[in-house]
């Protein structure tokens, strides 16, 4: 299996809930109307004979929701800490929204989950492991239904190991 397709599915793996090696990322400071991204955090699990492995991302999207401000999606990708910066917000862009939840009228939590069940025989299961294996990068794109978007290159980053 090669690192490209190794790099979508994982992406698909990523998400936005609570995990291990997490790390806070705040975006824009400045009035609490502006959109900004914080408290980002993710988990990487795996069982150790790679049978199934999940990635769970949470962050708190914060700002004026009211009218054309409310939020309309938040996506996630993760992506090797290598990978090519000018691709991301590409890549990003083709993800499933994450769950999002109301907090407060000035604050949403999300969570994104993503899973592999693992049916690898021993070979592709060298290679994969093999590929993953390393520290990662999230990144996080809010969209308000007005079109105002705020993607956070640097989230937060976790740790592959299995």
């Not at 980002?40 to 492995?53: I, K, L, Y």
């Not at 990662?136 to 740790?159: N, P, R």
Request: aromatic content about 6%; charged content about 25%; hydrophobic content about 40%.
């Amino acid at each position: 299996m090669n690192k490209r397709v190794l790099v979508s599915a994982v992406a698909g793996v990523v998400a936005v809930g609570a995990l291990a090696a997490g790390g806070i990322a705040v975006a824009a400071s400045g009035s609490s109307d502006e959109l900004a991204i914080s408290n980002t955090q993710a988990e990487w699990t795996s069982e150790p004979d790679g049978t199934s492995v999940s990635l769970t991302v949470t962050t708190d999207v914060t700002g004026d929701f009211s009218g054309d401000s409310a939020l309309k999606s938040l996506q996630v990708v993760a992506l090797p800490e290598d990978f090519e910066d000018a691709l991301i917000e590409d890549i990003i862009s083709y993800e499933d929204a994450a769950e999002c939840e109301t907090v407060s009228e000035k604050k949403i939590s999300c969570v994104h989950t993503a899973t592999d069940d693992g049916d690898y025989d021993g070979e592709e299961y060298e290679g994969y492991a093999e590929a993953l294996a390393g520290e990662w990068t999230v990144s996080v794109l809010a969209t308000t239904e007005s079109g105002e978007t705020l993607f956070v290159k640097d989230a937060t980053t976790f740790t592959v190991s299995f």
